[in-house]
């Protein structure tokens, strides 16, 4: 089983992207660990307090552990020292997969994140480092996608999420302060199982989340296709 860790800009980012994904790579057995860079707030209904309610409930409901680094949210930057905190966070959960958010996006933190874990990634690895924790060089970067653009995505690869459409979109509501009192915000919730239902019609399954990556995936066999 593997080390996966799965890095957001906000608590509810992996959950809306790849939550699907998050349950059935926990119920398979891997050890996920999901990085919120910063912890949401402030929003319009939210609160410390009450998002922590939240993302917590939203960790169990996926079966999974959670990590919050602390950047400031709405000022999340590329630098060293994001660099090096997110460096020791891959180190200390000896992450061999990491996913983190695809790199387009109309939201600073969302671009933000994506630069730091990269570039972690490569920090990780280092030695006569100050960077707390064993070096590991993680073997894949997977983006998922969770922007804030009218994006259409164009994925390297789906993973059939139909089993856990349902666990997602709980994990999805769980976040009440952003998709359950705010009107506007309701209907995000549809738009993501349609768009799940979409990417699911294009693998032969009813649901899927996509993927992208920009190192070539080898294949030992043909048997894990499912179509």
Known sequence: MANILVAGPHPDDQELGMGGTI?????????????????GEPT?????????????????????KRHLLGLPNRQVQHTIEARHAAAAV????????????????AHPDHIATTRIIEDARF??????????GQPIYPKWLFYYY??????????????????????????????????????????VVAWVRQMNGYMGSRIGTEYAEPFHTKEPLGLAALDGLVM
């Open 90 to 105: 891959i180190r200390q959960h000896q992450a061999s997969i990491v996913f983190l958010p695809y790199p387009e996006d």
């Open 44 to 64: 319009p209904h939210g609160s410390v307090e009450k998002r922590e309610q939240e993302w917590t409930r939203a960790a169990e409901i996926l079966n999974v």
């Open 146 to 187: 969770c922007t804030h653009l009218r994006h259409v995505a164009n994925p390297s690869f789906c993973i059939d999420t139909t089993a856990h459409m349902d666990t997602k979109e709980q994990s999805i509501l769980a976040y009440e302060t952003q998709f359950v009192v705010p009107e506007k915000n309701r209907r």
């Open 123 to 132: 920090d990780a690895k280092l030695t006569k480092t100050d960077i707390p």
């Open 23 to 39: 349950a059935l790579l926990a119920q398979q057995g891997h050890n996920v660990l999901l990085l919120d860079m910063t912890n």
